[in-house]
């Protein structure tokens, strides 16, 4: 596997989205779509469940790249488009290129019909709704535009031979206009109406259907003001707010990801109500950010023409003049957002995630070889860093509690070198004093084997480092650098601090590859002690009160169970009765009794 593979694979995210794999001349060659990107890619690297196709698809893959979104439909939208724009050459090879399903109201007729429709949308007059990600949602809203509105479904062929009205008349689905049961004026509203509906203008819709209403029942024709007020309720109970960017019809997103005088911009495509993805770039600035978002949308637009909208991640300087040359230079008034309210924050902060997402896989792979190139050269430590060792403690509401150890070379994680423990012998809840256990149970075996890392690295604050700082102690350590991570504010991650042995926060002084590369550490230690607590959990709710019993294995086991019908019919045995069972004796019967039954 290639080195620079290696590297993404390690910090991909587990978020729903799209990936895209590269090939040496950086050509999009496959395109997919994952709930958990992080399992999905990863599955392409596991040599025994590979086919012959998707090997061969593997060998060409240099440069991985990934497109975050806000769930899988989402994502099933944009692999679409994005794969009847580039049309990578093993998405034809690996899977069928499906075309979503569309809501189509033909408007070549008279009496125009509402249809489900998948395929070419050539010479075909009408309005199109969609695509939807799932044909029972298609089938769904066809079923109450017909509910509500009563638009013909039927072939015009069907349509024109109609001597009388079918069987949708009947059950109130549709208004028979084949045979003139409805005027074409008023089939023309109808039709208007459910275009509205499919288009999300409710509101204007509630105000028609209400002011009909009130006519209607001035008039005293309350059966047919009933019926409006019927559709006006089914109406409000579909109202929903839509809080994806895909409600937007035309709009830009620009993102920026930083470290230091490396950069990442995103621009984030949406038109005509469709996401095309996004634009990358990457380049090396010491300007400030807000110079370079600037600069940058300025030259990016000179070229590519602007939407109505684009949202920007910080105050342009001089927005009225990069208005008046967007309107001058394409005839289109563009408006310039600043996300400080919904729903633009929303969207702005789910862009946003993508391109630090990137940002970090940048940087892992410009770390080459040594992981820890950065971090000595921020700590100009005497001693470079080639090991570091991680301690981390797991435990469900005080009980089960499990310490881990995790290990990490130049090259990256070293999973011989993990380990976990056990600790039953410390007081429930007592953090410090777990830490301190496992820090010395694994330092002092380091120290005998005379393999020492050179950096020892914490989850936790000033409680921690003072048990890390006895143990050195007390081994008589003096040559590791001690570092904590300390969890931020909300505990989001971009809000984490980093102590050192003084209880000094030395985040500021890190540089962003060193803060990431720390933040790695402590999350692989905190990931091995989870799921080893995990596991100990579980595997303790399977044990019984027998396994403690001296004598008695797995086969004694499952004939007392069996011959008793469970661990009740056990308890509730006597010493006579246990030797019943084939393989107890009168003593060992006596033995699981007492145990049993011990205050």
């Not at 060409?60 to 439909?73: A, G, L, P, V, Y």
């Not at 008279?110 to 990600?133: A, D, E, M």
């Not at 005027?183 to 105000?207: A, C, E, T, W």
Request: with cysteine; hydrophobic share 35%; net charge positive.
């Amino acid at each position: 596997m290639k080195k620079n593979i290696k590297n993404i694979l390690t910090n991909l995210t587990s978020h729903p989205g799209i990936y895209k794999f590269e090939d040496k001349n950086s050509k999009i060659i496959y395109i997919g779509k994952a709930l958990n990107l992080r399992k999905r890619i990863l599955s392409y690297f596991n040599k025994s469940s590979l086919s012959i196709k998707t090997t061969k698809l593997v060998e060409n893959i240099t440069n991985i790249q990934t497109i975050i979104t806000k769930n899988e439909e989402e994502a099933l939208l944009l692999e679409n488009t994005l794969i009847k724009e580039y049309k990578p050459k093993y998405n034809i090879l690996l899977r069928d290129d499906k075309s979503y399903p569309y809501i189509l109201i033909n408007s070549s007729h008279k009496y125009p019909s509402i249809k489900f429709f998948r395929g070419q949308r050539k010479n075909l007059k009408g309005y199109f709704f969609g695509p939807y990600t799932q044909v029972n949602h298609v089938r769904y809203m066809l079923n109450l535009v017909q509910k509500i509105f009563k638009i013909r479904s039927c072939e015009d062929t069907y349509f024109s031979n109609r001597k009388k009205p079918c069987l949708q008349y009947q059950i109130d689905r549709c208004d028979a206009p084949c045979v003139k049961k409805i005027s074409s004026s008023s089939y023309d509203r109808l039709v208007k109406n459910s275009l509205m509906f499919l288009q999300g203008k409710n509101d204007s819709l509630i105000k028609s259907y209400t002011k009909d209403m009130i006519e209607l029942s001035s008039k005293k024709e309350y059966e047919e003001a009933s019926e409006i007020r019927d559709k006006i309720s089914a109406i409000r109970s579909l109202t929903k707010s839509q809080a994806i960017v895909n409600s937007q019809k035309n709009i830009d997103i620009i993102t920026i990801s930083s470290s230091e005088d490396f950069h990442c911009i995103d621009v984030f495509m949406v038109r005509d109500y469709i996401n095309l993805g996004n634009k990358t770039f990457e380049f090396k600035n010491t300007n400030p950010q807000i110079n370079i978002i600037e600069s940058f949308v300025n030259q990016y637009y000179f070229d590519n023409p602007p939407p109505e909208k684009i949202l920007v991640p910080s105050q342009v300087i001089n927005l009225l003049s990069l208005k008046n040359v967007l309107s001058k230079k394409y005839n289109i008034k563009t408006i310039l957002i600043y996300p400080t309210r919904k729903p633009y924050k929303d969207w702005f902060k789910l862009c946003q995630l993508n391109t630090d997402d990137r940002l970090k896989l940048t940087l892992s792979v410009k770390l080459k070889s040594n992981i820890f190139n950065c971090i000595n050269k921020d700590m100009q430590n005497k001693k470079l860093i080639q090991n570091a060792i991680c301690f981390d403690v797991s435990h469900l509401s005080g009980s089960n509690t499990q310490g881990s150890a995790v290990w990490f070379s130049t090259k990256g994680p070293d999973k011989k070198m993990y380990r976990r423990y056990n600790i039953d012998n410390i007081k429930n809840s007592d953090d410090y004093a777990a830490m301190k256990y496992i820090l010395y149970k694994r330092l002092s075996k380091l120290r005998a084997e005379n393999n020492l890392p050179e950096l020892l690295v914490l989850d936790g604050g000033k409680g921690q480092i003072t048990q890390a700082k006895l143990v050195l102690s007390d081994l008589g350590i003096h040559d590791i650098l001690l570092l904590s991570v300390v969890k931020g504010d909300k505990r989001l991650t971009k809000n984490d601090r980093v102590l050192d042995l003084d209880f000094k926060d030395i985040t500021l002084s890190l540089s962003n590859y060193s803060l990431i590369l720390l933040q790695k550490i402590r999350n692989e230690a905190h990931r091995f002690a989870i799921t080893g607590q995990r596991n100990k959990t579980l595997k303790r709710q399977f044990e019984s009160k027998l396994d403690s019993i001296p004598g008695i294995g797995k086969v004694r086991k499952l004939e007392l169970l069996k011959y008793f019908g469970g661990i009740q019919g056990v308890l509730k045995s006597s010493v006579e009765e246990l030797t019943s069972v084939p393989g107890i004796n009168l003593q060992l019967a006596d033995i699981i009794y007492k145990h049993l039954h011990a205050e």
